[in-house]
């Protein structure tokens, strides 16, 4: 199986990166990923006041380990990247002036304090230390980063589109399930990063358990005919269908809305309902997962059990 | 055990009305539930194209079984609505000009059409017709509408505020957990009605399997010095606390924050976390559950276990 290590590092998506490694579709591999910054929080003493000073320091953050070249990949085409498995290590969380659902990133007086929490992992869990003892929080592994080239413009890959999919903080992308990314250029360009050791509902500070991981992944390719993507990307569960909402700058509300609205055209255009009567159906049977509620980024997967699809 | 019949109904919340029993604190009485339209739509045909045609023939929607005077609630103490259990009746959905997550409520030309989804219930399943066939969704019942009387407003009971609950579609409003409100007027005057056999996240197309239903309840008078009421209503989980974040024409984004905010200050007021170390591990374990999203309402619950909480 091939291997990327963790220094194969971008914080940018773009179609001028060059690629670290080709594959052929259908292969599986290991990528070692590196923590949103760069392994520099280790104790209690490593603060980040706020953004500038980690853009001084740091040059960027949510390093993503790439790019993977796809062999035959093209514009048009979808890919389809499933999470064989993750290792996590090294989980901490922080805070960051301006950053958070409860911070206003637009704020010209942001206060809150720069704090960091060590974290380590025993059998399976986070021991995530507090004033009042230490927590267990049992570790479910994320990808918080993942996306492809897009065609003409160039992301940091601290933020996301539908067209590149990015830093959607998702905890559904994590092992078992199979992320569907639409191809924008030759190769995809895939990358992916900012793992998370476990994360809450909306990401609520803006940090999760970030932590280093290796994530083996099989990448298969799904050519323009039998491609499928409408326009959000996509989760394909064992047992359910999802559709990722993530619009830059978007409301919650809209997030949530292009989600439901990227399934029912799914259900209308792939699956043979009519759209009043999907509309309906997702009533009672559909479900949402947020992602993060972090400003400018909200995200959300809006997904529905095949059993309802017939 | 004390029983309320369903044509004791209300459309409004408010001190005026009279109350239709008197209860002892602690005590557990049988409610039955009208669904909200009145039991009017029992074919496919039974159509309501608007909301004015709903008022023009009903006057009204979402009716309450109540008010219930709790004996000895007064202004400043909480009450805790335990409940028991709900048996489900007569299910159906429909699709209604100007309601709904995707449509647009202040929309001048509204073109949802109208339409009616009879359901049946068999074996703890709602049987749900479709064009493709008939799908079974498991009976997840849950009180829609519950309230108290608000102070000084009147609220029909389509509506809903922090101060009086309301209409907040919250699956979570189920047997097995409590709903905790703060008491505004002598007796608290709590209703509830609008039940669902089952509900998607958002109750997109703003109807969910509508249904009249048997709710058992258990009333418990929390007094003034004991009360631990925020800024928003809460639910007791066996094993989590919960706030409802519910506050009219907000946005999803403002509700969300306004219910993760009540969390946060109850760990810090009630459970000894500094507010940063609750904001930073809410992050990690917090949890969202979409209630409504159906403009002018959205509603969330976020909670977090106890287990996290020391």
């Known amino acids: 199986m091939k291997k990327i290590t963790r220094d194969k590092l971008q ?11 080709e594959i052929e579709p259908g292969e599986t591999l290991l990528v070692e990923t590196e923590d949103a910054l760069f392994h520099t929080v280790r104790t209690e003493k490593d ?11 740091l040059k960027g953050n ?12 093209q514009p048009g085409d979808n890919i389809a990247v499933k999470i064989e498995k993750m290792e996590c290590f090294d989980p901490w969380t922080n805070t960051i002036q301006g950053l958070g659902g409860l911070s206003d990133f637009l704020d010209i007086k942001p206060d809150l304090p720069a704090t960091a929490t ?28 993942i996306g492809v080239a897009p065609l003409v413009d160039r ?16 905890t559904d992308i994590c092992p078992g399930n199979t992320v569907i990314m639409p191809v924008n250029v030759e190769g995809a360009l895939l990358a992916l990063g900012d793992c998370h050791a476990a994360q809450g509902d909306g990401e609520l500070c803006g940090t999760a358990l970030e932590c280093r991981a290796d994530v083996t992944i099989t990448v298969d390719l799904i050519k323009k005919k039998d491609a499928k993507y409408m326009e959000c990307p996509q989760i394909e569960y064992p047992d359910a269908i999802g559709s990722i909402g ?4 978007s409301s919650m509300d809209d997030i949530i809305r292009a989600a439901y609205r990227d399934i029912l ?18 009533t009672q049977v559909g479900e949402i997962v947020i992602g993060q ?13 095949k059993e309802y699809l017939l």
Chains 1, 2 share one sequence.
């Open 246 to 249: 993530c619009i830059f700058m």
């Open 62 to 73: 949510n390093p993503v380990t790439g790019p993977i070249y796809i062999k035959g990949a």
């Open 293 to 305: 509620i972090v400003p400018p980024l909200c995200t959300c997967v809006a997904k529905i059990k």
């Open 118 to 145: 060590i974290c380590s992992i025993e059998d399976g869990m986070v021991i995530y230390p507090t004033s009042k003892g230490d927590l267990k929080i049992p570790i479910a592994p994320m990808i918080g980063t």
């Open 11 to 21: 914080t940018i998506f773009a179609k001028e990166i060059e690629p670290v490694i």
């Open 47 to 57: 603060l980040y006041k706020n953004f500038t000073e980690i853009w001084n320091t």
């Open 265 to 282: 055209r799914r259900m209308e255009k792939y699956y043979g309902f009519d759209l009043i009567e999907a509309y309906k159906l997702i």
């Open 155 to 170: 992301y940091r890959s601290h933020y996301h589109s539908p067209e590149h999919l990015g830093n959607v903080d998702v």
